[in-house]
């Protein structure tokens, strides 16, 4: 059974930085897409960052250059390295395994703050 797992939550002030983590287990084949999401109270699930086998990435505009998203190898774990971070970006941090979020497998979620 597939577990992912996410990690590197926290709390920050505006302008700096955290990085995320997240190990999907379970699996002896590669995932082919693995990918962040965020979701605020109210509000829907957003796609943040995706990262594909071949080394293709998808941004959101609103993290486009102060976001990376990267892979340890050729592994099922992945990070995201959040830079000039905002309050804006106060969310829940997901991390879906799959190449198509909706057919993946999700984590439970880690919690990002950002204080003004």
């Known amino acids: 059974q597939v577990q992912v797992a996410e990690s590197g939550g926290g709390e920050v002030q505006a302008g700096e930085s955290l990085r995320l983590s997240c190990e999907a287990t379970?699996?002896?084949?590669?995932?082919?897409?693995m990918s962040w999401h965020r979701q605020v109270p109210g509000k829907e699930r957003e796609m943040v960052a995706r990262?594909?086998?071949?080394?293709?990435?998808q941004y959101a505009d609103s993290v486009k250059g102060r976001f990376t998203i990267s892979r340890d190898g050729v592994k099922n774990t992945i990070f995201l390295q959040m830079d000039s971070l905002e309050p804006e970006d106060t969310a829940v941090y997901y991390c879906?395994?799959?190449?198509?979020?909706?057919?993946?497998?999700w984590g439970p979620g880690t919690k990002v703050t950002v204080f003004a």
């Open positions: 879906n395994a799959g190449l198509l979020p909706e057919n993946g497998y």
């Open positions: 379970g699996r002896s084949f590669i995932f082919a897409g």
């Open positions: 990262l594909w086998l071949d080394g293709t990435t």
